[in-house]
């Protein structure tokens, strides 16, 4: 059975950082796009970041740009999160995903597979 694992979240101070990992089992991940998306507390779903298959592709929604980098091992079957200079609106559950037909643009379309979610919670 497919399934994505996230770790990795916790509580942080504004300002610091943190990695989430997202685990495949059931499946490698080399041949799949990975994206991270994530759901604040009463907010819509946001798209954070995915990563191509040979990691040749990356995206960033505006809102994480140049303070998160994905990056992927696909000898371990995981892909990363490293996430910088956190925000108090940083906060939210992650959601690591993918999709047999999921292409890396921020975009919803072809996912179908989604983890349980790694709540990241930035406060001081």
């Known amino acids: 059975q497919l399934q994505l694992v996230e770790s990795g979240g916790g509580l942080v101070q504004p300002g610091g950082s943190l990695r989430l990992s997202c685990a495949a089992s059931g499946f490698t991940l080399d041949r799949y796009t990975i994206g991270w998306f994530r759901r604040a507390p009463g907010k819509e779903r946001e798209g954070g970041s995915c990563i191509s298959s040979n990691g040749g592709i990356t995206y960033y929604a505006d809102s994480v740009k140049g303070r998160f980098t994905i990056s992927r091992d696909n000898a371990k079957n995981t892909v990363y999160l490293q996430m910088n200079s956190l925000k108090p609106e940083d906060t939210a559950v992650y959601y690591c995903?993918?999709?047999?037909?999921?292409?890396?643009?921020?975009?919803?379309?072809?996912?179908?597979?989604w983890g349980k979610g790694t709540v990241v919670n930035i406060s001081s």
């Open positions: 995903t993918t999709g047999t037909y999921y292409y890396c643009s921020g975009s919803l379309a072809g996912i179908n597979y």
